[in-house]
């Protein structure tokens, strides 16, 4: 396993501490001790998400054009780090706090891409999805730690916000000296950097987007990706249907996602291995089988015992060790070292987008027809998706050949 | 960097960061703990006290006061001191009970204050985000201090009896019981409570009757605007106010407009009478709602002005207050009415201060009741000969 790997798997996990310790107690906060009335709470919360998108891109781009991926990257941690600085300096005022979380946002949608082609750069081309694996298992782990710590400190100093901000802070440093200290520029893999031109900095952007696109394989896991998410429902919902279908008292929401993440944390590291030996592609289509199973639970769930519910909290955990990190593996393969950044930001923004799209129809749906129709027109849907996945495909090789990241040795 | 130097350089460079990480966590760690001190010193100074305590007066007054007053038994439990009758007699004064919001001074406790009397202030051993008073009965929006920091309503009776002991489903806003105390109502502020956006915070606000122990959603209710229906998937509700056990009026949002509806809980339905309003309050003569009023300043900032609208002829008439207050007023009596506005505070506890305007006249302006405290509960009995509490 790559130092690198590593290193941005502690990165992840303290920067994951650091933001999801805020999270956890920002709905509270902002509506009850800062009084903001709930149409300014909602605001933020929608720029913060479609910043968040945009910013994808252009780190993405910027990486690979600059081939500074742990600069864009370390950048992008530095930057919310700041924020989180922000945090404890300006906490009381709406105004600055606001400010801050919106700076935590854009640092963290200029990093996601850059790093993503950074674990893709420096892993070996035999372990990607394990290298991916180890990478998003330490992040979750970070997403569990965070909550945890707000609510313990909060125990132990109720209405201390403001601790909560500084430990915040605290473990955003240490995110910040990770990458900084354990992360290296991967070899560049290609010509040295193009020099820059601000003059042409959108033609550069358009003109890597259009190279990166020129990859057939490329295109094909464009279609497959997003074909495969018009049919995946985000965790948010999945917890909403069970919590009302199995009728869970609300106070209990919270700890369906940490029952997800602890299956997600099991299964991950196996899950990673599986693909690198069997095929990434056929891991990941089998976790979108997961999927189909997990729908026609929950389409049923009501009239099934508590197990249903540890049952569902284990498919959805499962289906995530087999799809996220494996899938950016299976880019990886195909989308060459140079414009590495460009295609996992095009992907990534297509599997956003197609989410969106499943979370928001569904969505919708659900209030009109109850919960089962919905959810078996979608298992139905992610059957036949599946099904033709692999032809859209052209094979499912366990191997892709060429075009591996190999950072040279 | 070439791979000669990579193993000395490596671990200078992981010995840098465990200097980092320890440094960072001992910095936190001493500051949670000197934040724990900071809560815990006001609790301490708040159970030498007992349950009850004095507030604003010298502390040899506060001896001499809490000696006459009747101080529960040692380590009384909760509901008996909720149960505690105020130390006057309520029906006289204006008095009300607040949520203690004065940064370093038992911040977010509740308190009982006759401003007519004293400008003395009790605070009891019980933390509230928001209460609600009526007819003996008290309703507390409490912070649970459980692993996940959640929040519980709870109702106790004039008996010092639990009526009513329920988990809340988010960030609680609002709270406010029927003028017997037999029902209650609240809101909270939710993130994913709607399938169609699961991210985006949206309200939750449900009516519990205790007398037969039901609870309802206000998205049960059908709603009607004339001829029109509100269909359900787009519809918001929150700061409900009771005219009676079953009637009431609320906010609800739908399509970007926000409106006053009044409802019944019995016949699950409500009609929209009137526009651009929210979190209403009925006054106890049933025949006024002060409400706020939504608008954009320049600088796009939302203002909330406090209106005044007669039921009987439609009329809406701005209040004397200029600011903009975005609380759900209490009515004092049917010509005053109490909210709380942003006061001076520190990061971890916003200050908020408690304010009185006068409904019928738009020339007087508002008057600062209490400072350091929020979410007012006049204590109105019904049944104890206030005509106005019918």
Same mark, same amino acid.
């Given at each position: 396993?790559?130092?690198n790997? /590593?290193?941005?798997?502690?990165?992840s996990m303290?920067?994951?501490?650091s933001?999801?310790?805020?999270?956890?107690?920002?709905?509270?906060?902002l509506a009850?001790?800062?009084g903001?009335?709930?149409?300014? %709470?909602?605001?933020?919360?929608?720029?913060q998400?479609?910043?968040?998108a945009?910013l994808?891109?252009?780190?993405?781009?910027?990486?690979?054009r600059?081939?500074?991926?742990?600069?864009?990257?370390?950048?992008?941690?530095g930057?919310?780090?700041?924020?989180?600085?922000?945090? /404890? !300096?300006?906490g009381?005022?709406?105004?600055?706090?606001?400010?801050?979380?919106l700076?935590?946002r %854009?640092?963290?949608?200029?990093?996601?891409?850059?790093?993503?082609a950074?674990?893709s750069l420096?892993a070996?081309p035999r372990s990607?999805?394990?290298?991916?694996?180890?990478?998003?298992?330490?992040?979750?782990?970070?997403?569990?730690?965070?909550?945890?710590?707000?609510?313990?400190i909060?125990?132990a100093?109720p209405?201390?916000?403001?601790?909560?901000f500084?430990a915040s !802070?605290?473990a955003?440093v240490?995110g910040l000296?990770?990458i900084?200290?354990?992360v290296r520029?991967?070899?560049?893999? *290609?010509?040295?950097p193009?020099p820059?031109?601000?003059t042409n900095?959108?033609?550069?952007l358009s003109?890597?987007?259009?190279?990166?696109?020129?990859?057939?394989r490329?295109r *094909?896991?464009?279609? =497959?990706?997003?074909? !495969?998410?018009?049919?995946? =429902?985000?965790?948010?919902?999945?917890?909403?249907?069970?919590q009302?279908?199995?009728?869970?008292?609300a106070?209990?929401?919270?700890?369906?996602?940490?029952?997800?993440a602890?299956?997600?944390l099991?299964?991950?590291l196996?899950?990673?291995r599986?693909?690198d030996?069997?095929g990434r592609?056929r891991?990941y289509l089998a976790?979108? /089988?997961?999927?189909?199973?997990?729908?026609v639970l929950?389409a049923?769930?009501?009239?099934l015992g508590?197990?249903?519910?540890?049952?569902?909290l284990?498919?959805?955990?499962?289906?995530y060790?087999?799809?996220?990190?494996v899938?950016?593996a299976?880019?990886?393969?195909v989308?060459?070292?140079?414009?590495r950044g460009t295609?996992?930001a095009?992907?990534?923004t297509?599997l956003?987008?197609? *989410?969106? =799209?499943a @979370?928001?129809s569904f969505?919708?749906a %659900?209030? *009109?027809?109850?919960s089962?129709?919905p959810l078996l027109?979608?298992a139905?849907g992610?059957?036949g998706a599946?099904?033709?996945?692999?032809?859209?495909?052209g094979g499912?090789e366990?191997? @892709?050949?060429?075009?591996?990241?190999?950072?040279?040795? | 960097?070439t791979t000669?130097?990579?193993p000395?350089?490596?671990?200078a460079r992981i010995? #840098?960061?465990?200097?980092?990480?320890?440094?960072?966590?001992?910095i936190a760690?001493?500051?949670?703990s000197r934040?724990?001190d900071r809560?815990r010193?006001?609790d301490l100074d708040q159970r030498?006290?007992?349950?009850?305590s004095?507030?604003d007066?010298p502390?040899?007054?506060?001896?001499d006061?809490a000696a006459?007053?009747p101080?529960?038994?040692?380590?009384?439990?909760?509901?008996?001191?909720?149960?505690?009758?105020?130390?006057?007699d309520p029906?006289?004064?204006?008095d009300? +009970?607040f949520?203690?919001?004065?940064?370093?001074d038992?911040?977010?406790?509740?308190?009982?204050v006759?401003?007519?009397?004293t400008?003395?202030?009790w605070?009891?051993?019980?933390?509230? #985000?928001?209460?609600?008073?009526?007819?003996?009965?008290?309703a507390?929006?409490e912070?649970?201090?459980g692993l996940? &920091?959640l929040y519980?309503?709870s109702v106790?009776?004039?008996?010092g009896a639990?009526?009513a002991?329920?988990?809340?489903?988010?960030?609680?806003s609002?709270?406010?019981?029927?003028p017997?105390?037999g029902?209650?109502?609240?809101?909270s502020l939710t993130s994913?409570h709607s399938?169609?956006?699961?991210?985006?915070?949206?309200?939750?606000?449900?009516i519990?009757d205790?007398r037969?122990?039901?609870?309802?959603?206000?998205?049960?209710?059908s709603?009607?605007?004339?001829?029109k229906t509100?269909? #359900?998937?787009d519809?918001n509700?929150?700061?409900?106010?009771?005219?009676?056990?079953?009637?009431f009026?609320?906010?609800m949002?739908?399509?970007g407009v926000?409106?006053?509806?009044k409802?019944?809980v019995?016949?699950?339905?409500a009609?929209v009478?009137t526009g651009?309003?929210e979190?209403p309050a009925v006054?106890?003569?049933?025949?006024?709602l002060?409400?706020?009023?939504?608008?954009t300043?320049d600088e &796009?900032?939302? +203002?909330?002005?406090?209106?005044?609208?007669?039921?009987t002829s439609?009329?809406?008439?701005?209040?004397?207050e200029?600011r903009s207050v975005?609380?759900?007023v209490?009515?004092l009596?049917?010509h005053?009415?109490?909210y709380?506005?942003p006061?001076r505070?520190?990061?971890?506890?916003p200050?908020t201060?408690?304010w009185?305007?006068d409904v019928?006249?738009?020339?007087?302006s508002?008057?600062l009741?209490?400072?350091?405290?929020?979410?007012p509960?006049?204590?109105? +009995?019904?049944g104890h000969g206030r005509?106005?509490?019918?």
């Amino acid at each position: 396993m790559g130092a690198n790997v /590593v290193g941005l798997g502690l990165t992840s996990m303290f920067t994951d501490i650091s933001t999801e310790m805020v999270t956890a107690i920002l709905p509270t906060y902002l509506a009850l001790e800062l009084g903001l009335g709930l149409g300014r %709470v909602g605001l933020i919360d929608g720029l913060q998400n479609a910043v968040s998108a945009l910013l994808r891109l252009a780190g993405g781009t910027f990486s690979d054009r600059r081939g500074r991926y742990k600069l864009t990257a370390a950048g992008g941690y530095g930057i919310s780090t700041i924020a989180k600085l922000g945090l /404890v !300096l300006w906490g009381t005022a709406v105004a600055p706090f606001g400010a801050s979380l919106l700076l935590d946002r %854009v640092g963290k949608g200029l990093r996601t891409v850059p790093r993503d082609a950074l674990i893709s750069l420096s892993a070996h081309p035999r372990s990607l999805a394990l290298a991916f694996a180890v990478h998003r298992a330490m992040d979750t782990l970070g997403a569990l730690i965070g909550p945890l710590l707000a609510f313990a400190i909060l125990a132990a100093a109720p209405t201390a916000y403001d601790a909560i901000f500084v430990a915040s !802070l605290a473990a955003g440093v240490v995110g910040l000296a990770s990458i900084t200290l354990l992360v290296r520029e991967p070899g560049r893999g *290609r010509e040295g950097p193009e020099p820059a031109d601000p003059t042409n900095e959108a033609r550069a952007l358009s003109a890597k987007l259009a190279e990166a696109l020129g990859s057939r394989r490329l295109r *094909r896991l464009l279609l =497959v990706g997003p074909l !495969l998410a018009i049919f995946s =429902v985000g965790d948010a919902l999945i917890y909403l249907i069970i919590q009302r279908e199995a009728n869970i008292d609300a106070r209990y929401i919270p700890l369906l996602f940490a029952g997800t993440a602890v299956s997600y944390l099991l299964l991950a590291l196996p899950a990673g291995r599986l693909a690198d030996s069997y095929g990434r592609m056929r891991v990941y289509l089998a976790g979108h /089988v997961l999927l189909v199973a997990l729908y026609v639970l929950l389409a049923g769930i009501g009239g099934l015992g508590g197990w249903a519910v540890f049952a569902a909290l284990g498919l959805l955990g499962a289906h995530y060790a087999m799809t996220d990190g494996v899938l950016m593996a299976a880019a990886s393969t195909v989308i060459p070292p140079m414009w590495r950044g460009t295609g996992l930001a095009v992907l990534t923004t297509a599997l956003l987008g197609a *989410r969106l =799209v499943a @979370s928001t129809s569904f969505g919708t749906a %659900v209030e *009109r027809f109850g919960s089962t129709p919905p959810l078996l027109i979608l298992a139905a849907g992610l059957v036949g998706a599946v099904a033709i996945s692999p032809s859209v495909l052209g094979g499912l090789e366990p191997h @892709s050949p060429a075009a591996s990241g190999a950072m040279p040795r | 960097m070439t791979t000669a130097q990579a193993p000395s350089r490596t671990g200078a460079r992981i010995a #840098a960061l465990g200097v980092i990480v320890v440094m960072s966590t001992a910095i936190a760690g001493l500051y949670v703990s000197r934040a724990a001190d900071r809560v815990r010193t006001s609790d301490l100074d708040q159970r030498t006290a007992a349950a009850l305590s004095h507030v604003d007066l010298p502390r040899d007054q506060t001896l001499d006061t809490a000696a006459t007053r009747p101080v529960p038994v040692a380590e009384p439990s909760v509901a008996s001191v909720m149960a505690e009758q105020p130390p006057s007699d309520p029906i006289l004064g204006d008095d009300f +009970h607040f949520v203690q919001r004065r940064t370093g001074d038992r911040y977010g406790r509740l308190g009982w204050v006759d401003p007519k009397v004293t400008t003395d202030r009790w605070i009891v051993d019980r933390e509230c #985000a928001r209460v609600d008073r009526r007819n003996g009965s008290t309703a507390c929006l409490e912070r649970t201090q459980g692993l996940f &920091g959640l929040y519980t309503l709870s109702v106790v009776g004039p008996d010092g009896a639990s009526r009513a002991d329920i988990g809340i489903n988010g960030t609680p806003s609002r709270v406010r019981l029927s003028p017997s105390g037999g029902v209650v109502a609240w809101t909270s502020l939710t993130s994913g409570h709607s399938y169609a956006e699961p991210n985006t915070l949206s309200t939750e606000t449900n009516i519990h009757d205790m007398r037969i122990d039901e609870t309802i959603s206000l998205e049960e209710l059908s709603v009607t605007a004339g001829l029109k229906t509100f269909n #359900a998937e787009d519809r918001n509700f929150w700061g409900v106010t009771f005219i009676d056990d079953d009637r009431f009026y609320a906010t609800m949002f739908s399509g970007g407009v926000s409106s006053i509806i009044k409802g019944s809980v019995a016949g699950r339905t409500a009609e929209v009478i009137t526009g651009n309003g929210e979190c209403p309050a009925v006054s106890p003569d049933a025949q006024r709602l002060v409400f706020k009023q939504r608008s954009t300043t320049d600088e &796009g900032e939302p +203002h909330y002005q406090l209106v005044v609208h007669d039921l009987t002829s439609g009329e809406r008439r701005a209040l004397g207050e200029t600011r903009s207050v975005d609380d759900q007023v209490a009515w004092l009596d049917d010509h005053t009415v109490l909210y709380e506005l942003p006061g001076r505070g520190s990061l971890a506890e916003p200050g908020t201060d408690i304010w009185a305007i006068d409904v019928d006249d738009p020339q007087i302006s508002p008057r600062l009741v209490l400072e350091g405290a929020g979410s007012p509960a006049p204590n109105r +009995h019904s049944g104890h000969g206030r005509a106005q509490d019918r």
